[in-house]
């Protein structure tokens, strides 16, 4: 039953990833890519990690996602039409080709760690408590610099966005 | 709560940084539209605050926060470099900025606040924090880049440098969750225990963990061949932030690069002695041909700053404490050659923001004899000629190099710098030989032509006295946990 | 009794029931406040409202609506995305049928005590921005694609201050499951969470109940389908049975909004006082969130609409300081009390 949820979930985003990149219109880029956050939060719940999951569909495809669409929208792009292959996506195909093909080679000569034992240490590793504990404890400087990061990111938008004199 | 464990003296300097950034915005929020000398002030005091405290807690932080951070004398070398560049572009950069109609108080609180992010990257001791140091350096730096929406070359510049430094950052973040995926953690004291551990320590993930953590660090250090961004965004944004961009944040990813290799260099395996070897040799050697047919001073400087890079790497291939130290020594004299030349470079532009000829400088040997001076001074330190400061950290980081037995890249080295002696002097040969094409009169900026000064002083101080910073290098290295 | 063979299908099936049970609630709820709104407002508004059909003031009527939507054709206009049109009013429906799932109606009476319950609430209506964002676009038409472009606008900026002002129950029962919540707060109406701890949760209260009819897009938010201007939003083409989906909808975002802040502020389903615990659980729940539906519809006719940067003040310069600061006084008053 597990198995069979993991498939149809991996199948599908993996399925919704590449039509991410292949569709012409943005907006049904846009989304897929939806459907790809959405599946990838099915497989954290399947992780026994619901608070992420929670997360990542509030933030990434509620929030981050919809920001998305919203430009799309305003800028109203229209479908690219470009005719023929250009340049850069042949050269693309190309690199892509061989990272599959290297990422392929490396998983083919490193067995898939089954139960490299870590992630078993803590029981209720993705529960709110044990992510709120070591969010506030192991990992609160990390968390503070993300604050910053965040801050800098605002000061950014303010400056961008600032009416041209 | 065990609150020892959040040492605030491990973090002191940033901590004051990140409070500064938040007093700056105040300040300038407060003081009115058209007045943003306020905001320069507090960003200098800032700035100096930082320093004192830095000085205060020379080394005596440790490691702290569930072993996040290290407040040790590595960290606190590197916050005084990285804060001597940011004081250097904030007194100087008011004058630019004026001049260009783009000052916002803005300038300084990014200033601060990627000063603060490349702190952490120096001070991480987790791949954790040192990802969110340099996130946190980059946005400001992206901000910064396009810091003149009037000009289309600074937004492609900072638009690029967006999606450059994004996609490396996807590197970086890749990499780090593969070296989890093989050792169930991000500190770096498992890190390095593990490759001194393991039988291969390249088995499993590890390989490609570590590859592609070097190319998220190699990426902001503009290592060929992840360079192409440097010259267009060094040229494209505006220069004093040209200048700081081209300082702090090397200093910053070598920190960060030899907080993470640094410990385990015995055990980099012989793949990756070899691929450090040829993108040293390549980026030594791509950066100086680029430079030498560049009719922008910018442009040029920025493929100096390239080939700088080769330079350093050398430090990291070399692997002993020499070579950890000599960085250090290298980095404290590279920057303010870098921040000095890129400051006289706009203070002589005068052709617009648009043309950054090396036909400006003409002449400028007998117009402004000491502004002339102090850019040869950064010149010839940048070719490493002794007794200044660019000399003794090629020294330094050359002799690491031979001691562990790369000789043949120490020769590809000393060739590489004696091909840049071509474009280095073909500025002073314009200052002092071309004849005047009537251009008018350089500007003279005090605050400006201070910091100039400063930068020249201190690469012809750290020439005089090269010994004993090199001991407090050493010690800074060897106090890395 | 069940054959035992059946035991291991038991718990499937009583979901099965359970699920059939909530849809066929929110098509009730939905039927009776489509009538009691058109009441509401006639009476607001001096007149009598629909009296004909069925007798009895006109109680069939939302019935005779709903039918005619579903016997009505169902247009795709010619320039609209058709995959997207006929998918939209789906993403939206789902998502707000979603929520009904950690909905504690009783005392056992819930889908699935999840223990991210509140959480999974915010994560699924945060869903329901992409269909409406979907709608607007698919259809093709200026009216939809502003509708949907506020609504995105309004809802994403008004998750903020819902999502802070729901955390101040969490705080203070120190879970987010529902019935845990639900059970912090037994004993009489002096121990619900709006009248603990004031003013702060009664501030957070306030605050959930008035971003929430941003989130719903209900007046004195109602900029996305402001019919003077917009005709109606982001479902301006749709009609028939997608319609009636979107409408279905924005009827039980209605009651899902009611719902939770009858649960995390009004004590769910405990009864007002311990004396009055023989009437069910249930019927005390569904009282509180249609009393709160009231006064959704009595804002609607009492309060006129809001600029658009009027409501963006409200959110990000009023509403979204106040839910800081009350959250960090809420988590400094729970630290000084225990």
């Known amino acids: 039953m597990e198995a069979f949820f993991f498939l149809l979930l991996a199948v599908v985003s993996i399925f919704s990833g590449l039509m991410v990149i292949l569709q012409k219109s943005p907006v049904a880029s846009v989304l897929f890519l939806v459907l790809t956050l959405v599946c990838v939060a099915a497989l954290f719940v399947m992780l026994s990690a619901p608070f992420i999951a929670a997360i990542q569909v509030i933030i990434y495809a509620g929030a981050i996602m919809v920001l998305f669409l919203f430009v799309l929208m305003l800028l109203n792009l229209q479908r690219f039409t470009e005719g023929a292959w250009s340049r850069f996506q042949i050269t693309g195909v190309v690199v892509a080709a061989v990272l599959a093909v290297v990422t392929a080679l490396l998983l083919r000569a490193v067995p898939l760690p089954a139960d490299s034992g870590f992630l078993r240490e803590t029981p209720g590793l993705g529960s709110v408590e044990a992510v709120g504990l070591s969010l506030f404890t192991e990992y609160l400087l990390p968390f503070e610099i993300a604050s910053f990061l965040l801050l800098a990111g605002i000061i950014g938008a303010v400056i961008l966005s600032r009416r041209r004199p | ?481 | ?338």
């Open chain 3, 1 to 338: 009794m069940i054959p035992t063979s059946l035991t291991p299908y038991l718990p499937l099936l009583i979901s099965v029931i359970y699920t059939a049970g909530v849809v066929g609630f929110v098509f009730l709820f939905v039927l009776f406040a489509n009538w009691w709104e058109r009441k509401v407002s006639a009476h607001m508004q001096d007149r009598l409202g629909p009296m004909e059909t069925g007798g009895w003031h006109g109680w069939a009527q939302a019935l005779a609506d709903a039918i005619k939507l579903l016997l009505k054709e169902d247009i795709i206009p010619a320039a609209a995305d058709r995959k997207l049109f006929k998918l939209a009013p789906y993403v939206v429906f789902t998502g707000s049928l979603a929520g009904f799932a950690v909905i504690p109606f009783g005392a056992g009476l819930i889908g699935t005590d999840l223990n991210i319950g509140l959480f999974y609430v915010v994560a699924v209506s945060s869903m329901v921005v992409i269909g409406i964002l979907m709608a607007g676009w698919a259809s093709n038409n200026k009216w939809a694609l502003y509708g949907a472009m506020r609504s995105a606008a309004q809802m994403v900026s008004y998750e903020i201050p819902v999502a802070l002002s729901l955390l101040i129950p969490v705080i203070m029962t120190g879970s987010l499951s529902m019935q845990e919540i639900v059970a912090a707060q037994e004993g009489g109406f002096w121990h619900w969470f709006v009248f603990r701890s004031a003013p702060f949760s009664l501030i957070a209260f306030v605050i959930y109940f008035w971003a929430s009819l941003a989130e719903v897009n209900r007046t004195p938010f109602d900029i996305p389908e402001a019919d003077s201007e917009l005709v109606a939003g982001y479902f301006t083409e749709y009609s028939g049975m997608r319609f009636a989906m979107f409408f279905l909808a924005e009827y039980g975002n209605m009651f899902i909004v009611s719902a939770i802040a009858a649960t995390v502020f009004l004590g769910g389903w405990q009864p007002l006082l311990p004396a009055l615990d023989f009437i069910p659980g249930p019927i005390w729940f569904v009282g509180k969130a249609m009393f709160l539906v009231f006064i959704q519809m009595w804002l609607r006719w009492t309060l006129p609409r809001l600029r658009v940067d009027q409501l963006m003040h409200v959110c990000w310069k009023i509403f979204m300081p106040f839910a800081f600061a009350n959250l960090m006084l809420v988590g400094l008053w729970q630290v000084l009390v225990q």
């Open chain 2, 1 to 481: 709560m065990d609150l020892s464990r959040f040492n605030l003296i491990t973090i002191a300097t940033p901590l004051v940084l990140g409070a500064g950034v938040l007093l700056v915005m105040l300040v300038d929020l407060l003081s009115g539209r058209a007045n943003r000398r306020p905001a320069q002030l507090a960003a200098l005091a800032v700035v100096l605050a930082a320093a004192a405290v830095c000085l205060a807690t020379w080394n005596t932080g440790g490691v702290s926060f569930f072993g996040q951070v290290s407040g040790d004398g590595f960290a606190s070398f590197f916050n005084l470099i990285f804060l001597a560049v940011a004081f250097l572009v904030i007194l100087a950069g008011p004058a630019y900025l004026e001049r260009n109609a783009i000052h916002f108080g803005e300038y300084y609180s990014l200033v601060l606040v990627s000063v603060m992010g490349m702190a952490f990257m120096a001070a991480g001791t987790n791949l954790l924090v040192i990802f969110l140091g340099l996130e946190t350096m980059s946005l400001a730096l992206y901000v910064l880049a396009g810091f003149n929406p009037a000009r289309q070359s600074s937004n492609e510049a900072s638009l690029k440098y967006l999606l450059l430094g994004s996609f490396a950052t996807g590197f970086l973040v890749f990499g780090i969750a593969l070296v989890y995926g093989q050792i169930g953690s991000t500190d770096l004291a498992r890190f390095s225990a593990y490759l001194a551990g393991a039988g291969d320590p390249f088995a499993g993930y590890m390989g490609a963990g570590v590859a592609l953590l070097l190319i998220g660090l190699t990426f902001k250090m503009a290592v060929v061949p992840f360079h192409f961004w440097s010259p267009d965004v060094y040229d494209g944004a505006p220069t004093v932030v040209s200048a700081f961009m081209s300082a702090a944040p090397k200093a910053a990813a070598f920190a960060a690069a030899l907080r993470i290799f640094y410990a385990p260099a015995e055990s980099l395996g012989l793949p990756w002695e070899r691929i450090l070897w040829i993108l040293a040799a390549l980026t030594m050697t791509v950066g100086n041909l680029s430079a030498l047919n560049q009719a922008s001073i910018k442009r040029m400087l920025a493929y100096s700053s390239v080939a700088h890079a080769g330079y350093l790497l050398l430090g990291i291939l070399a692997g002993n404490e020499l070579g950890a130290a000599g960085i250090l020594f290298y980095l404290a004299s590279y920057v303010f050659m870098n921040v000095g030349a890129f400051t006289v470079a706009w203070m002589v532009n005068r052709r617009g923001e648009g043309r950054y000829d090396l036909g400006d400088f003409a002449q400028l040997g007998f117009r402004r004899p000491l502004l002339a001076a102090m850019m040869s001074v950064f010149m010839l330190g940048l070719i490493g000629i002794p007794p200044l400061a660019g000399f003794f950290g090629k020294l330094y980081v050359f002799t690491a190099a031979v001691q562990a037995g790369y000789v043949w890249l120490v020769v590809i080295a000393v060739l590489n710098s004696a091909v840049s002696v071509f474009y280095y002097l073909r500025v002073m040969v314009i200052m002092y030989m071309r004849e005047n094409e009537a251009l008018k009169d350089v500007d003279r900026i005090p605050a400006t032509f201070a910091a100039v000064a400063a930068c020249a002083l201190m690469v012809i101080l750290l020439g005089l006295i090269p010994g004993s910073v090199l001991d407090v290098a050493r010690a800074a290295v060897a106090s890395m946990p």
